[in-house]
């Protein structure tokens, strides 16, 4: 039963966060195209992918801290996207991943 209910909050988030996650030509967005959304819908992308990462990683794996804020991480990821403009052309989701792993070393 925890299988099928963990699938199905994977689903939904997915789909949630669809409309920030791909851009126009249906490939996740790029660091390039999160740049550009305001502050406002960075916010919620990088919820979404928070909250997304944090059902698959329910163990110790889990990169983001219990008590760190969904603002906190899209500002971890600014910074780490105005730091690396060589990594601008990959996907998103594995930017913010990467992101959080070298900001939360454990």
């Known amino acids: 039963m925890k299988t099928i209910f963990t699938s199905l909050v994977v689903v939904a ?3 949630s966060v669809s ?3 791909f ?3 249906g490939w996740p967005i790029t660091g ?7 502050k406002f819908a960075q916010g ?3 919820m979404g992918i928070c909250d997304v990462y944090s059902v698959i990683f329910q163990d110790e794996k889990n990169p983001f801290p219990v ?3 969904y603002e906190q991480i899209r500002e971890i990821v600014v910074n780490y996207l105005t730091k690396h403009p060589e990594d601008r052309h990959h ?3 594995s930017i913010v991943l990467v992101a959080a792993k070298q900001a939360f070393k454990h």
């Open 91 to 93: 996907f998103m989701p």
């Open 44 to 46: 919620y992308y990088v």
């Open 13 to 15: 988030l997915a789909l």
């Open 67 to 69: 008590r760190v804020s």
């Open 23 to 25: 851009a126009q030509n």
């Open 32 to 38: 390039n195209d999160f740049l550009r959304y305001n």
């Open 19 to 21: 409309s920030f996650c």
